[in-house]
């Protein structure tokens, strides 16, 4: 079966770092990949999609990931974090045809002003 | 467009007690599906229809039962709760297999405790 891996569970950051969190899923066929984010006692709203051609994503509100395939990596990434971003972010894997997207167990991220 | 819907936002119930949550869409989706939310474990998948009149067990789908009488619409009954059913409750929806319209959408949740 296939799985997504966060390997970061909680980070911690002050505003202006910059920030990267892992992704990695493991199925070897046609993906689409997602990230999802969750701020304080909200539900999940997209921050961006891959499903073909430029491997290099661009999200909302500065994010954008790199889908590197022969890494099975989706890493999310943003340049410069605000207090505003502090959420919890889910890496979703979905394969070719399927009914069922595949979550990671999500990254706290908590970022201080 | 009001995109995914749910109802009620919060709900109490003693143990025992039995509870239908609602989950509306209007953006015509083909699949639905219902989450729980619990702290650490991520969103695990009780039960989800990939059409009007089916249904299909999820990850957890022991204690719940649903149902999909109408496209639109995404029903989650609890016959019987337990505490361990407290819990944050998502429905989401997603247009179909194409890879342009692969993203689910997220309804803002549903917070039952069981006492």
């Known amino acids: 079966a296939q799985s997504v891996s966060q390997h970061n569970h909680h980070v911690i950051l002050s505003e202006a770092a910059s920030l990267e969190l892992g992704c990695n899923y493991s199925?070897?066929?046609?993906?689409?990949l997602f990230w999802y984010v969750q701020y304080p006692g909200q539900h999940l709203q997209l921050l961006l999609k891959?499903?073909?051609?430029?491997?290099l994503v661009k999200g909302i509100k500065g994010f954008e990931a790199e889908f590197i395939k022969s890494k099975f990596s989706f890493n999310l990434r943003k340049p410069s974090v605000q207090w505003s971003d502090t959420a919890e972010y889910f890496c979703?894997?979905?394969?070719?045809?399927?009914?069922?997207?595949?979550f990671g167990r999500g990254t706290s991220l908590i970022v201080h002003p | 467009n009001a995109g995914v819907t749910q109802t009620p936002k919060f709900r109490v119930l003693k143990t025992g007690q039995s509870m239908t949550l609602l989950c509306a869409q209007d953006?015509?989706?083909?699949?639905m599906y219902w989450y729980r939310q619990d702290p650490g474990m991520g969103l695990r998948l009780i039960h989800y229809?990939?059409?009007?009149?089916?249904?299909a067990k999820g990850e957890v789908p022991d204690g719940y039962n649903v149902s999909r009488l109408k496209k639109q619409n995404f029903l989650l009954g609890l016959e019987s709760a337990a505490p361990s059913q407290t819990s944050v409750y998502f429905c989401?929806?997603?247009?179909?297999?194409?890879?342009?319209?692969?993203?689910?959408?997220f309804g803002p949740g549903t917070r039952l405790t069981v006492l």
């Open positions: 229809s990939v059409g009007e009149g089916t249904t």
């Open positions: 199925y070897g066929g046609t993906v689409n």
């Open positions: 989401a929806s997603r247009r179909g297999t194409r890879s342009s319209y692969n993203e689910q959408f």
């Open positions: 953006m015509n989706h083909e699949y």
């Open positions: 979703a894997c979905l394969t070719g045809g399927s009914y069922i997207p595949t």
């Open positions: 891959y499903f073909s051609g430029d491997p």
